[in-house]
């Protein structure tokens, strides 16, 4: 689920950077469903405010690097990724 997870959010920046800069985004065929945003907002969401703060989202997401550092390394390996079961999509190009 966390591995969906982490895919879903980059996903959502993916989404989010392509409409701030007006760019049509491909649809994914492994889109997420109403319920699926739904579950993911609130696994986010620690004050219940029905949104996601920035501060929510990094604790989040280093939640998750945590989880995936499996030798508590404090950097993931090629190892730990691949049994994260992550997918690779083209990153989008952040701050150019």
Same mark, same amino acid.
């Given at each position: 689920?966390?591995?969906?997870?982490?895919?879903? =959010?980059? !996903?959502?920046?993916?989404?989010?950077?392509?409409?701030?800069?007006?760019?049509?985004?491909?649809?994914?065929?492994?889109?997420?469903?109403?319920?699926? =945003?739904?579950?993911?907002?609130?696994?986010?969401?620690?004050?219940?405010?029905?949104? =996601?703060?920035?501060?929510?989202?990094?604790?989040?997401?280093?939640?998750?690097?945590?989880?995936?550092? !499996?030798?508590?390394?404090?950097?993931?390996?090629?190892?730990?990724?691949?049994?994260?079961?992550?997918?690779?999509?083209?990153?989008?190009? =952040?701050?150019?």
């Amino acid at each position: 689920m966390a591995c969906g997870v982490l895919f879903a =959010v980059g !996903s959502f920046v993916e989404s989010a950077l392509a409409q701030k800069q007006d760019t049509p985004v491909k649809q994914d065929k492994l889109a997420l469903s109403d319920s699926d =945003v739904k579950q993911l907002l609130l696994m986010m969401d620690t004050d219940k405010s029905g949104r =996601v703060s920035k501060k929510e989202f990094l604790d989040f997401m280093s939640s998750e690097f945590d989880r995936l550092d !499996s030798d508590k390394s404090g950097e993931l390996d090629v190892k730990e990724l691949t049994q994260s079961g992550l997918h690779l999509k083209a990153r989008p190009n =952040v701050g150019k």
